[in-house]
């Protein structure tokens, strides 16, 4: 059966952006340089203002609202970009058009914005563009990598289901757990498996699959009131990886390395996802991703308190005992 994605309005096509930032009106525009310079000689409809995303805590972000001027906000970017101008758009009650110049999060089909607040990650807001336009020619501008990461917020969907179960199992389910709930993440999974060598070849066909994955399960967040088949111990290990080494690498490739550990640790058919993985080429070892092999380690034997002091779901995260990691059988995991 043909996956068919419900949720925001969303237009896909080759270089549809300048048009339709030309025909926005008067509008403020949230961005990153890369995405702005591929566009900026083309657009004659000039900003009004240019706020470059970066900061996103919750007192900047607000900051940002109150100062803003009562125009259209359109986000250009990644998910920074896509977070902040849905703060203003909602803080503010202004029309909001988003493009994504990267699938690499799913943050332009979601409602909430990623904060970092108090040294974790919380999520707030309630934001509805009026569109989203996914420009394939944006996609492919930017380096292979990014693109091909954006498989890791779909990915997740592997680990947390089978995290939720566990939840359930030792009665610390807050959702509703019932035996149907895996079918959710499996349709989701059976599609990325089947669309991710069009993802690898960056195909109209494989980026428009990816972002219509995308923009579902941003969807059902809103219709279920929470992400607990999406988000799970692979996230939280990625908010750890973030925590230990105070930095980060391409969101999706950080969340398909916990998808490989975790799924692994839990006797989730880890197979299966190495495989997405293969068939998208998506990077996932160490050398590729700029990470050492300490950092993953480290990441690992601090998640079961940080997964607690985060408040986080429970989780494989809260199972991993950091005495009895075996740090050569974990690296294997990565660099194959």
Known sequence: MTFKAQGFNATYGNNISVDAINNAGDYILITQPEPWALLDHKIDNR??????????????????????????????????????????????????LQFP??????ACFTRMSALRDRGGVRYEGDAVPEMVYVDFELFRAAPKSMVTSGIGDVLSCQTAWFDWKLAHEAGK?????????PKISQTYLD??????????????????????LHRDIGW???????????EGSEHFFAYTFEEVTGRTILHGELVSMGVLIMSYLQGNNFQRAKETITLA?????LEELGVKREEVIESLRRLQTYTVEQNHWYSQARLVDPNRINNDEIISLLDW
Not at 101 to 106: A, K, M, T, Y
Not at 191 to 212: K, N, S, V, W
Not at 220 to 230: I, K, L, N, V, Y
């Open 47 to 96: 900003p009004l203002q240019i706020i470059q995303s970066g900061d996103l805590s919750p007192q900047h972000l607000d900051t940002l609202a109150k100062e803003s001027p009562a125009v259209t906000v359109i986000g250009l970017g990644g998910g920074g970009a896509m977070d902040t101008a849905k703060w203003i758009h909602w803080r503010r009650q202004l029309p909001l």
């Open 101 to 106: 110049s990267l699938p690499s999060v799913d």
């Open 173 to 181: 389910d807050e959702f509703g757990w019932t035996a149907e709930m």
């Open 191 to 212: 599609e990325l498996y089947l669309c991710a060598p069009g993802i690898a070849e960056l195909t109209d066909d494989g980026l428009r699959r990816l972002m219509e």
């Open 220 to 230: 059902r967040c809103h219709d279920m009131g929470h992400a607990r088949f999406e």
């Open 281 to 285: 080429k998506t990077r996932h070892r």
